[in-house]
């Protein structure tokens, strides 16, 4: 069984500052795929970022980065300079590699992340 | 390159009721998948399509629920009779291949009164 773990229900962070969405997960698969996607208000569901678990460096997709650590069962979200339009859901998912898990995504339950001026 | 499609965008009906979602994927795309957030919980995945068949149906929670994807394009998800229970956002995925990444659809906000 899969199991993904977001602490954090809400997030405010201000304008042009970091913020670090946090996610850690749990598998059986030894090797596994994890997923950020960010819900707007408007309700679609837009993919950002996706690490391996066999990569070598930390994925990075312009303001997105993925602290991807292993041992700690961690893949958090690292958003840079924080633009209001960031303001949204965001979920962390992941996704085995064996047969029987390749299709399935498993999600957190999200983290509401307000970006103040 | 146009995303995944879902329709209706939301859904008012009767405990009792039918109502049919329906999805379609980023041209190209031979798998399909389908999840649900029920209110305050985590989306769950409910199957996944690959082409016409359906290559995983292990989340579907009771036989209320029909999938199909007649002709492996677009596909059709049914609630007959729906129950209040049934009521939170059903998404749409799609992935060229069943590793690749899956690109969700706006979803269809359904509502059992």
């Known amino acids: ?117 | 390159e146009a995303g995944v499609t879902q329709f209706p965008s939301h859904s008012v009906i009767e405990k009792g009721q039918t109502v049919t979602l329906r999805c379609d994927p980023i041209s190209g795309h031979d798998n399909l998948y389908w999840y649900r957030r029920v209110m305050g919980k985590e989306i769950k995945f409910l199957l996944h399509f690959v082409k016409e068949s359906k290559q995983d149906e292990s989340g579907m929670p009771n036989n209320r629920f029909l999938a199909e994807r007649t002709g492996g394009t677009y596909s059709t998800l049914k609630v007959q009779p729906a129950e209040l229970e049934d009521s939170g956002v059903y998404f749409c995925a799609s992935s060229r291949g069943r590793q690749e990444t899956q690109y969700f659809g706006p979803g269809t906000r359904l509502l059992v009164l």
């Open chain 1, 1 to 117: 069984a899969q199991k993904i773990t977001q602490t954090q229900p809400g997030m405010f962070v201000q304008e042009k500052e970091a913020v670090t969405l946090d996610c850690t997960y749990d598998t059986s698969d030894p090797s596994y795929g994890l997923f950020w996607y960010k819900q707007p208000s408007s309700g679609e569901m837009i993919f950002l970022i996706y690490q391996g678990s066999y990569d070598q460096q930390n994925a990075t997709e312009g303001r997105y980065s993925l602290n991807f650590q292993k041992a700690r069962k961690s893949a958090n979200l690292v958003i840079s300079a924080s633009q209001l339009g960031d303001s949204a859901m965001y979920f962390c998912a992941m996704r085995g590699f064996n047969t029987g898990t390749a299709s399935k995504l498993t999600f957190g339950t999200g983290t509401r992340l307000q970006v103040t001026l």
